[in-house]
């Protein structure tokens, strides 16, 4: 015989929430109002509106990876990533020939953005013995800026930005996160990247060939805009997004962590791990959902 969970699903942007043994039994025993209707019984139904039914309560709750490892998580994330979804804000007021209407002065907007996580390769080069070689900070994704771009634009006005980055692309190579629960896009790990636009100005020589090299691997169609390329249809810079605080949502509240992650540790932490940087693991030796 099965036993079934009932699980609210407060809303799609929020975590499923598993009540807890009293909870469930309050749920269950339907003194609140709550039927289970016929076709729920087989773990596969729906209930009325936002409320499933799962098969296998009484299986202990898988454990949360630790805060450390969704730092891992998010910054493997960044690392396979080619495009995210930058925020910025339309300066106010606009500038007096700003193409844009005058009610967007001050507006967020949001557009995806090609990105690379290529950091590393502008200090791998460093002269000789660079003892800070290891120690620079890492996870601020690389952009090629077009100065045409809206985002670009803004960010050259004063904006900060806010970078969005997801894996729910990978959604048909995962498997249902709850046994009887359909695949589930809000079940899998996004994160945001909150900072700002600097240009990158300390590479040039082999730091900046390896920059291009490792950016143009990962968008190889970018060729056509690199900076000071002859004949290139837009001006452009290298750029990275200096990142001050990492918001992460690594999928469900019960078996993910949802919130903001440790800075220093985002910086810290490089594909093969540092010791002494949380557990001494690098993003290398994690694996996101459905690799
Ligand atoms: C950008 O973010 C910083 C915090 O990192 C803040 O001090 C500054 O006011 C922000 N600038 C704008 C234009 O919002």
């Known amino acids: 015989m099965h036993l079934y969970k009932l699980i609210s699903c407060v809303s799609i ?19 609140h109002g709550y039927e289970l209707g016929s076709g729920y019984e087989h773990g596969q139904g729906y209930g009325h509106e936002d409320t499933v039914y799962i098969q296998g309560a009484g299986q202990p709750h898988t454990q949360r990876p630790s805060r450390f490892e969704s730092v891992l998580m998010a910054r493997r994330l960044l690392a396979l990533a080619s495009t995210g979804i930058a925020s910025t804000n339309f300066p ?23 990105i690379a996580d290529c950091e590393s390769a502008t200090s791998a080069t460093g002269t000789g013995d660079d003892k800070d070689k290891d120690q620079k900070d890492g996870g601020n994704p690389t ?11 803004n960010t050259a006005a004063g904006s900060n930005i806010s970078l969005s980055i997801d894996w729910w692309d990978h959604l048909d190579r995962t498997k249902p996160v709850y046994p009887g629960f359909p695949l589930s896009a809000a079940g899998l790990p996004r994160v945001t990247l909150m ?3 600097e240009p990158i100005e300390d590479v040039d020589g082999d730091a900046e060939s390896a920059l291009q090299k490792c950016y143009v691997e ?33 999928g469900f509240g019960d078996l993910q962590q949802i919130g903001w992650l440790d800075v220093q540790d985002w910086k810290r932490v490089t594909r093969e791990g540092v010791d002494g940087v949380g557990d001494g693991r690098g993003w290398g030796d994690i694996k996101l959902p459905g690799e």
């Not at 952009?143 to 634009?153: D, G, H, K, P, Y």
Request: charged residues 15%; proline residues 10%.
């Open 13 to 31: 942007a929020n975590a499923l929430v598993i009540p807890g043994p009293d909870l469930e039994q309050a749920f269950l025993s339907n003194e």
């Open 92 to 114: 106010d007021p606009l500038p007096e020939h700003s193409w844009a209407p005058r009610e967007v002065a001050g507006q967020s907007i949001a557009l995806p953005e090609y």
């Open 143 to 153: 952009l090629l800026a077009l100065n045409i771009a809206t985002t670009f634009r």
């Open 195 to 197: 900072g700002y636009v």
């Open 218 to 250: 990962r968008h190889p169609d970018s060729r056509v805009w690199l900076p000071h390329r002859k004949g290139s249809p837009h001006a452009s810079f290298w750029a990275r997004l200096v990142v001050t605080q990492v918001y992460w949502i690594g």
